[in-house]
């Protein structure tokens, strides 16, 4: 498995699995006036709907288990994507900290375990997102509590916090850019350590430039609605609720249309470094 292969090569399953996740990501929390009557009993029971989710999220996992390919690339991926999100929230935590905000810190939210940070249903997506072929990750950690009315001075802080996990991603691709400028080319894509490194490059830089995204609840669309007008604030009030979801299909048209053009530009970097190990 090379870091551009898919994990899974069925292009039906995976639409079937996206779909199905997209139903669910609807029901699992957007609130609709059309439907407020007919789930109200699913919103007010939360465990009913955790447990009804992961029931049906592993009869799909199963069901579809036959096309997946477990390798030390997966594991790779998963591990550095979990620490990445870890470093993306402290960064948040940390610098609220730095403007005055001790809330995070006061929940133990600046820390390396990533246990702390693990967001349930922001882990299950991407193994599902794994199951419809996806070439890229797409998924959260829990939010770090930040009370912005502490931060000083608030505006700077605000844009600093929000900015910070950004920040954060893409100084880790940076580093591991300079470190396979170092031992790429003499280990060959081949080492198990090069790999470690180019997946904390992709995952990372990736992880960054998608959250500039101006949507909430992305750090691109928090920034734009904490600087904006009322007006503009109220429209991200009305698409926060679908946030989720529209996020999701975002990530799905990029893989569908743009997941090699990404590539190339991600190999592009690379040999600008001077780092020719041919993604």
């Not at 790779?76 to 929230?89: A, D, R």
């Not at 890229?136 to 829990?142: N, P, T, V």
């Not at 990372?204 to 904006?228: A, C, K, Q």
């Not at 007008?229 to 996020?247: L, M, N, P, R």
Request: with cysteine.
């Amino acid at each position: 498995l090379t870091v551009n292969q898919r994990v899974v090569g069925s292009s039906p399953t995976g639409d079937a699995i996206f779909f199905y996740f997209i139903f669910w990501s609807v029901f699992m929390g957007v609130k609709s006036e059309l439907f407020d009557k007919i789930v109200i009993f699913w919103n007010e029971n939360f465990k009913f709907r955790l447990g009804l989710f992961l029931l049906v999220t592993i009869f799909f996992a199963f069901k579809f288990l036959e096309n997946f390919e477990m390798s030390i690339d997966v594991m790779i991926i998963f591990v550095v994507y979990m620490f990445s999100m870890t470093f993306h929230e402290i960064a948040h935590g940390y610098v609220a900290y730095c403007f005055g905000d001790n809330t995070a810190k006061n929940m133990g939210r600046i820390t390396l375990n990533p246990l702390k940070h693990i967001d349930l249903f922001g882990m299950v997506v991407p193994f599902i997102i794994f199951l419809c072929g996806f070439k890229f990750l797409i998924g959260w950690a829990k939010p770090v509590p930040v009370n912005f009315y502490k931060l000083i001075p608030r505006k700077k802080g605000i844009f600093c916090v929000c900015i910070a996990g950004v920040v954060v991603n893409f100084i880790l691709a940076a580093v591991s850019l300079i470190v396979l400028r170092i031992i790429g080319n003499r280990l060959g894509i081949d080492s198990n350590v090069v790999k470690i490194f180019i997946y904390i490059y992709l995952i990372n830089l990736l992880l960054g430039i998608f959250n500039l995204i101006p949507i909430t609840p992305l750090d691109g669309g928090r920034i734009v609605y904490f600087f904006s007008s009322g007006k503009i604030k109220k429209i991200y009030d009305f698409i926060e609720k679908y946030g989720v979801v529209i996020i999701v299909m975002i990530a799905y048209f990029v893989n569908e249309y743009f997941s090699d053009k990404i590539l190339l530009m991600f190999d592009f970097f690379l040999k600008l470094a001077g780092i020719n190990l041919g993604l």
